[in-house]
Protein backbone atom coordinates (compact mmCIF):
# COMPACT_ATOMS: atom_id res chain seq x y z
CA UNK A 1 0.00 0.00 0.00
CA UNK A 2 1.14 3.32 -1.11
CA UNK A 3 2.33 5.67 1.80
CA UNK A 4 0.52 8.58 2.52
CA UNK A 5 1.94 11.85 2.28
CA UNK A 6 0.86 14.06 4.67
CA UNK A 7 2.09 18.27 5.39
CA UNK A 8 1.64 20.49 7.95
CA UNK A 9 3.31 23.82 8.12
CA UNK A 10 3.32 26.94 10.55
CA UNK A 11 2.49 25.35 13.93
CA UNK A 12 4.11 28.29 15.91
CA UNK A 13 4.25 26.86 18.73
CA UNK A 14 0.33 24.82 19.24
CA UNK A 15 1.48 21.44 20.21
CA UNK A 16 -1.71 20.84 21.16
CA UNK A 17 -3.57 21.44 17.99
CA UNK A 18 -0.58 19.64 15.90
CA UNK A 19 -1.65 16.68 18.33
CA UNK A 20 -5.26 16.64 17.69
CA UNK A 21 -4.66 16.34 13.90
CA UNK A 22 -2.38 13.96 13.46
CA UNK A 23 -4.52 11.86 15.88
CA UNK A 24 -7.77 12.81 13.68
CA UNK A 25 -5.87 11.81 10.61
CA UNK A 26 -4.48 8.02 12.22
CA UNK A 27 -1.20 9.16 11.62
CA UNK A 28 0.80 6.24 11.41
CA UNK A 29 4.56 6.84 10.61
CA UNK A 30 4.75 3.29 9.10
CA UNK A 31 2.27 3.67 6.81
CA UNK A 32 2.68 7.76 6.22
CA UNK A 33 4.92 9.97 5.12
CA UNK A 34 4.52 13.30 7.16
CA UNK A 35 6.71 16.39 6.58
CA UNK A 36 6.90 19.21 8.50
CA UNK A 37 6.95 22.52 6.54
CA UNK A 38 9.00 24.87 9.00
CA UNK A 39 8.30 27.56 11.54
CA UNK A 40 7.66 25.25 14.70
CA UNK A 41 8.38 28.26 17.22
CA UNK A 42 7.36 31.74 18.27
CA UNK A 43 3.93 33.23 18.72
CA UNK A 44 2.18 30.48 20.36
CA UNK A 45 2.02 29.12 23.60
CA UNK A 46 4.77 26.33 23.98
CA UNK A 47 7.63 26.64 21.20
CA UNK A 48 9.50 23.91 23.33
CA UNK A 49 6.70 21.28 23.61
CA UNK A 50 6.43 21.63 19.95
CA UNK A 51 10.27 20.86 19.38
CA UNK A 52 10.14 18.17 21.42
CA UNK A 53 7.21 16.56 19.50
CA UNK A 54 8.53 17.57 16.44
CA UNK A 55 12.29 15.84 16.97
CA UNK A 56 10.27 12.80 17.87
CA UNK A 57 7.97 12.52 14.83
CA UNK A 58 11.40 12.88 13.16
CA UNK A 59 13.20 10.23 15.16
CA UNK A 60 10.00 8.00 14.01
CA UNK A 61 10.57 9.27 10.11
CA UNK A 62 8.65 11.94 9.44
CA UNK A 63 10.20 14.48 6.94
CA UNK A 64 11.48 18.10 9.19
CA UNK A 65 12.05 21.02 7.53
CA UNK A 66 13.59 24.57 8.96
CA UNK A 67 11.40 27.97 8.64
CA UNK A 68 12.32 31.26 9.06
CA UNK A 69 11.28 31.52 12.60
CA UNK A 70 14.01 28.44 13.14
CA UNK A 71 16.54 30.38 11.04
CA UNK A 72 16.10 33.63 13.78
CA UNK A 73 16.58 30.65 16.52
CA UNK A 74 19.92 30.38 15.16
CA UNK A 75 20.77 33.86 15.69
CA UNK A 76 19.55 34.23 18.87
CA UNK A 77 22.06 34.16 22.28
CA UNK A 78 19.04 32.93 24.33
CA UNK A 79 19.32 29.76 25.81
CA UNK A 80 16.28 27.97 24.38
CA UNK A 81 17.46 28.60 21.55
CA UNK A 82 21.18 27.57 22.19
CA UNK A 83 19.49 23.91 23.81
CA UNK A 84 18.01 23.52 20.69
CA UNK A 85 20.52 25.22 17.82
CA UNK A 86 21.96 21.54 16.84
CA UNK A 87 18.94 20.25 15.96
CA UNK A 88 17.54 23.04 14.17
CA UNK A 89 20.93 23.73 12.46
CA UNK A 90 20.91 20.19 10.91
CA UNK A 91 17.61 20.35 9.43
CA UNK A 92 16.46 20.20 5.41
CA UNK A 93 15.62 23.38 3.85
CA UNK A 94 13.83 21.36 0.90
CA UNK A 95 12.40 18.27 0.68
CA UNK A 96 11.17 16.47 -3.37
CA UNK A 97 8.83 13.58 -2.80
CA UNK A 98 7.21 12.04 -5.20
CA UNK A 99 5.83 15.32 -7.91
CA UNK A 100 5.94 17.36 -4.40
CA UNK A 101 8.54 19.97 -4.02
CA UNK A 102 8.40 21.36 -0.26
CA UNK A 103 9.98 24.38 1.27
CA UNK A 104 8.62 26.65 4.19
CA UNK A 105 9.01 29.52 1.92
CA UNK A 106 9.03 28.11 -1.58
CA UNK A 107 11.82 28.27 -4.05
CA UNK A 108 14.30 30.33 -5.79
CA UNK A 109 13.25 29.32 -9.62
CA UNK A 110 16.63 31.03 -10.90
CA UNK A 111 18.25 28.44 -9.38
CA UNK A 112 17.93 24.60 -9.99
CA UNK A 113 16.41 22.46 -6.63
CA UNK A 114 20.17 21.40 -5.64
CA UNK A 115 21.51 24.59 -5.49
CA UNK A 116 18.55 26.59 -3.15
CA UNK A 117 19.88 28.90 -0.43
CA UNK A 118 18.09 27.95 2.95
CA UNK A 119 17.97 31.96 4.00
CA UNK A 120 15.63 32.46 0.69
CA UNK A 121 13.59 29.34 0.22
CA UNK A 122 12.93 29.69 4.50
CA UNK A 123 11.41 33.43 3.60
CA UNK A 124 14.45 34.37 5.99
CA UNK A 125 16.06 36.68 3.45
CA UNK A 126 13.32 37.63 1.44
CA UNK A 127 13.36 37.53 -2.50
CA UNK A 128 10.63 36.90 -4.99
CA UNK A 129 9.86 33.06 -5.56
CA UNK A 130 7.80 30.77 -7.25
CA UNK A 131 8.04 32.42 -10.94
CA UNK A 132 8.43 29.49 -13.13
CA UNK A 133 8.47 26.00 -11.05
CA UNK A 134 9.85 23.22 -12.94
CA UNK A 135 7.53 21.39 -15.25
CA UNK A 136 5.54 18.11 -13.73
CA UNK A 137 5.94 19.31 -9.93
CA UNK A 138 3.84 21.10 -7.26
CA UNK A 139 5.22 22.92 -4.63
CA UNK A 140 3.73 22.64 -1.26
CA UNK A 141 4.67 26.01 1.35
CA UNK A 142 3.92 27.81 3.99
CA UNK A 143 5.48 30.99 5.84
CA UNK A 144 2.28 33.24 4.30
CA UNK A 145 -1.03 32.84 6.15
CA UNK A 146 -3.49 32.64 3.74
CA UNK A 147 -5.41 35.12 4.94
CA UNK A 148 -3.46 37.88 3.97
CA UNK A 149 -4.12 36.71 0.08
CA UNK A 150 -7.29 37.74 0.71
CA UNK A 151 -8.66 33.76 1.77
CA UNK A 152 -10.93 32.17 4.20
CA UNK A 153 -9.41 32.03 7.57
CA UNK A 154 -9.06 27.81 6.89
CA UNK A 155 -8.81 27.87 2.94
CA UNK A 156 -5.84 26.84 1.30
CA UNK A 157 -3.97 28.59 -1.69
CA UNK A 158 -4.14 27.08 -4.82
CA UNK A 159 -2.56 28.57 -7.71
CA UNK A 160 -0.18 28.02 -10.55
CA UNK A 161 0.51 24.33 -9.37
CA UNK A 162 1.46 25.82 -5.40
CA UNK A 163 -0.57 25.00 -2.64
CA UNK A 164 -0.11 27.22 0.29
CA UNK A 165 -0.87 25.52 3.57
CA UNK A 166 -0.73 28.42 6.41
CA UNK A 167 -3.76 28.71 7.49
CA UNK A 168 -2.81 31.26 10.43
CA UNK A 169 -2.28 29.41 13.28
CA UNK A 170 1.04 31.98 14.40
CA UNK A 171 -2.23 34.75 14.28
CA UNK A 172 -4.63 32.48 16.48
CA UNK A 173 -6.34 31.38 13.61
CA UNK A 174 -6.24 27.76 12.16
CA UNK A 175 -3.79 24.70 12.10
CA UNK A 176 -4.15 22.31 9.25
CA UNK A 177 -2.86 19.55 7.90
CA UNK A 178 -3.86 17.99 4.29
CA UNK A 179 -3.41 14.90 3.13
CA UNK A 180 -1.77 15.35 -0.40
CA UNK A 181 -2.31 11.56 -1.40
CA UNK A 182 -6.35 11.56 -1.01
CA UNK A 183 -6.63 15.33 -0.98
CA UNK A 184 -8.33 15.88 2.34
CA UNK A 185 -7.54 18.68 4.55
CA UNK A 186 -7.69 18.66 8.44
CA UNK A 187 -8.19 22.17 10.02
CA UNK A 188 -8.54 23.04 13.44
CA UNK A 189 -9.01 26.39 15.29
CA UNK A 190 -6.21 26.61 17.85
CA UNK A 191 -8.73 28.83 20.12
CA UNK A 192 -10.76 25.95 20.26
CA UNK A 193 -10.61 24.41 23.62
CA UNK A 194 -12.67 21.31 22.15
CA UNK A 195 -10.24 21.07 19.65
CA UNK A 196 -12.58 20.19 17.10
CA UNK A 197 -11.16 18.84 13.78
CA UNK A 198 -12.89 20.09 10.48
CA UNK A 199 -12.40 17.92 7.71
CA UNK A 200 -12.81 19.14 4.03
CA UNK A 201 -12.16 18.05 1.10
CA UNK A 202 -9.53 19.50 -1.14
CA UNK A 203 -11.79 19.86 -4.41
CA UNK A 204 -9.64 22.31 -6.32
CA UNK A 205 -6.95 20.94 -9.01
CA UNK A 206 -3.93 23.09 -9.76
Known amino acids: MKKRILAVSDIHGHVDSLSQLL ?23 DSIGTLKLVKQLQAEGAIVLIGNHEMRWLESDEEQALEWRHFIEELPHIKILDNYIFAHAGID ?13 TGHQPKELNLNL ?18 EDDELLF ?7 DTGAGHDK ?3 LVDLTNRIK ?12 VIKTMSRNL
Do not use: A, C, M, W
Open 23 to 45: EVTKYNSKNDQLILVGDYVNKGP
Open 109 to 121: TNKDLQHQDRSIV
Open 134 to 151: PENKVLVHGHVPNFRLGY
Open 159 to 165: ENRIIGI
Open 174 to 176: YLT
Open 186 to 197: YSIDVLDEKKEV
